[in-house]
């Protein structure tokens, strides 16, 4: 089995290894931070980054569409890095990765980044929701505060936990943060960082790497 699945809030959610939440009751993949362009970005800045993250990122959700059972896509933000992230061959490819998905419900939660670069060309069909976006039980934000009414499911803090070894050895990886509260998704895009978190007592934390999500 590929996914780890969690009871959360009444609902059972999959954890899967390549950095999504799959929610079998609403057949929706959700992700957060995905980041399309940030690389493009970069070099525009004259900065020797990767090429390619662009197409490995959507090759990673084509697969994970092709998986799971989907009506919908939930982006938690921050789709486009900025502005510059709309060079023709980035647009090109997003029409592309788009046409395979053309009858797929495709929902985006502005973040930080999209307010900056725009919503996407609505020739994509995208739809462009502000924060927060009820899905009961949970409100699917992109900035990781409290709601008054429901729990929340969001993004942006690119979550990641350092493994410690006796010998001085450390291993950063991605992880979900579970809380009843505020619950975070690690960021997908493959051009992202991460930051270490420190849960909370109640919270439960799960790692994702090596093809596979286990509890901490």
């Known amino acids: 089995m590929t996914h780890h699945p969690i009871e959360h ?31 493009a970005s970069f070099r525009a800045l ?11 990122t ?3 959700l084509d697969t994970l569409l092709a998986e799971h059972d989907c009506d919908q896509l939930v982006i938690l933000g921050d789709f486009l890095h900025a502005r510059s992230a709309r060079a023709p061959a980035t647009l090109a ?8 998905h053309e009858k797929l419900r495709i929902v985006l939660i502005r ?23 009820v899905m009961e039980p949970f409100a699917l934000q992109h900035e990781a505060h409290p709601h008054l009414t429901y729990p929340v499911l969001a993004g942006h803090v690119h979550p990641v936990f350092v493994l410690r070894s006796k010998a001085r050895q450390r ?4 992880c979900f943060l579970m809380d009843d509260h505020v ?14 978190i420190t849960p909370a007592k109640g919270s439960r934390v799960y790692l994702a790497g090596a093809g596979r999500v286990w509890p901490l």
């Open 9 to 39: 809030c009444g609902e059972t959610l999959w954890l899967l290894p390549d950095k999504a939440l799959y929610w079998p009751a609403r057949k929706a993949l959700l992700v957060a931070d995905v980041h399309i362009g940030k690389a």
């Open 46 to 56: 004259h900065q020797p980054v990767p090429r390619g993250t662009t197409a490995e």
């Open 58 to 60: 959507l090759a990673r």
């Open 93 to 100: 490819r997003l029409y592309a990765w788009r046409e395979r």
């Open 111 to 133: 973040g930080n980044h999209d307010r900056n670069a725009g919503d996407p060309p609505a020739s994509l069909h995208i739809e462009v929701k502000d924060e927060p976006w």
């Open 171 to 174: 291993l950063r990886l991605p």
């Open 183 to 196: 619950s975070l998704l690690p960021a997908f895009g493959e051009f992202t960082g991460g930051w270490k």
